[in-house]
Nanobody
């Protein structure tokens, strides 16, 4: 199995910063891409940012220029540096990984995993 564990969420004032971390562990052969999604009450889950194995990044328009996604391949971690936070950023943030799992060639397969989520609250 593969597990994704998020950390770094919390309560912050508007204009403040947080850094979310996500650690992947388990039977991982390689990680193709990782990303952060968020879901606010009454809204659909949306992609906030993603980063591929080649380092290409993608952001939802509302966070461009404020947030930065990065990864540490050696540690199997992905981060989301969140600056200039706004009340609209309040949501549960979920880590996502598109990876290849399995120790052997025959067991190797592509899979998508999700973390349990971490709450980010930006107070006004």
């Amino acid at each position: 199995q593969v597990q994704l564990v998020e950390s770094g969420g919390g309560l912050v004032q508007p204009g403040g910063s947080l850094r979310l971390s996500c650690a992947a562990s388990g039977s991982i052969f390689s990680i193709n891409a990782m990303g952060w999604y968020r879901q606010a009450p009454g809204k659909q889950r949306e992609l906030v940012a993603s980063i591929t194995s080649g380092g290409s990044t993608n952001y939802v328009d509302s966070v461009k220029g404020r947030h930065t996604i990065s990864r540490d391949n050696a540690k199997k971690m992905v981060y989301l540096q969140m600056n200039s936070l706004k009340p609209e950023d309040t949501a549960v943030y979920y880590c996502n990984a598109d990876l290849v799992q399995g120790h052997t060639y025959s067991s190797r397969r592509r899979a998508v995993y999700w973390g349990q989520g971490t709450q980010v609250t930006v107070s006004s």
